[in-house]
């Protein structure tokens, strides 16, 4: 099987490990196959959209989602490390307001599904990380929305050791009781 997948704690949400292939000249590792990807979580995506983001230590990026046109996400790290984390935003879930996070990082090659339904966000962990990630639709910045980091009713355990440095929609985001959910 070309990926090891594992479920968090959100059983939604999957931790995909590639296989590599290494050697003293580097490595190689297949980053998407539609064919393998089905095959690996049962589940048929299509992909419409690539990103690729940079950011330095102590950005924290998220919660964010679509509350029309949510996306599903294939995110991984290229370089540096980052603590992603998914929250479950719909409201006929047992696991509504919970969350799972998981370091992702350019050494341990994993992948994390974050499926529609589902806020998002990254810490950087280190001087400096590239994220890149897959959507299952396009990017409509009027239904974006974000859900607070650092709302006490999530209890995220983010590692950081200092303050993080936010972007203003995610400095005023709303906590989970005002949030946009989905049924």
Request: charged share 20%; hydrophobic share 40%.
């Amino acid at each position: 099987m070309p990926y090891t997948v594992t479920a968090t704690s959100l059983p939604e949400v999957l931790i995909l490990e590639p296989r590599v292939f290494g050697d003293e000249r580097g490595f190689f590792l297949e980053s998407f196959n539609r064919r393998d990807f089905q095959a690996a979580t049962s589940l048929e995506v299509d992909f419409v959209q690539d990103n690729h983001c940079q950011s330095s230590q102590g950005v924290l990026r998220g919660l964010h989602y679509q509350i029309q046109h949510p996306q599903g996400k294939l995110v991984r790290v290229v370089e540096g490390e980052v603590f992603d984390v998914a929250v479950d935003l719909r409201r006929s879930s047992p696991r509504f307001g919970q969350w799972s996070g998981v370091r992702l990082s350019a050494q341990n090659h994993r992948q994390l599904w974050v499926p529609p339904g589902f806020a998002h966000g990254f810490l950087v962990l280190s001087p400096r990380a590239q994220f890149l990630y897959k959507t299952t639709d396009y990017w409509f910045p009027e239904h974006e929305r974000s859900l607070l980091w650092n709302d006490s009713a999530l209890g995220i355990d983010w590692p950081m050791q200092a303050p993080p440095k936010l972007a203003a929609k995610d400095a005023q985001a709303a906590p989970l009781a005002q949030a946009a959910t989905f049924d």
